[in-house]
């Protein structure tokens, strides 16, 4: 067995984890053992998220009508919001009067998560999506 890896025997109902064996199948693991670390991972970082100031990394997902004034000027002044950092930014027309807009962040998750709200809220926004993953700190 791997150094840092210790195995634990974990009991459930032969339901759940047929269940669980169909997901993580058609998800493409190899075994139980990863997804069910992947599972630990996620919560984890869920739980990290719910205290605001965790640094981490997110996305911001946005779909607008492009014909309402100003929305991308609007956009562009709030991705200069410090102290958030912007990674990326990724813009599609998605048909003549839509467009996608997908900021990759990074900063506090409270810092992200309010931009995000206040771009969800703008006049012409349609739909909008936050997706937040807690990092560690830099070393």
């Not at 840092?4 to 759940?16: A, Y």
């Not at 992947?38 to 605001?52: G, N």
Request: glycine fraction near 6%; charge should be positive; hydrophobic fraction near 40%.
């Amino acid at each position: 067995m791997a150094k840092g890896i210790e195995r634990i025997g974990v009991s459930l109902e032969n339901d759940l984890l047929a269940s669980f064996d169909k997901v993580i199948s058609s998800k493409g693991y190899k075994n139980r053992s990863e997804a069910i670390r992947d599972l630990i991972r996620e919560h984890l970082s869920k739980l990290k998220i719910e205290h605001k100031k965790t640094p981490a990394i997110g996305a911001i997902f946005l779909v607008y009508d492009h014909h309402t004034a100003h929305i991308s000027t609007v956009f562009k002044k709030l991705q200069h919001h410090k102290p958030i950092k912007t990674i990326s930014s990724i813009h599609v027309y998605i048909d003549s009067h839509n467009c996608l807009e997908i900021l990759l962040l990074r900063g506090l998750a409270c810092d992200i998560n309010n931009l995000g709200e206040k771009m969800i809220s703008l006049r012409g926004v349609k739909h909008g999506y936050i997706n937040l993953v807690a990092i560690e700190n830099e070393k």
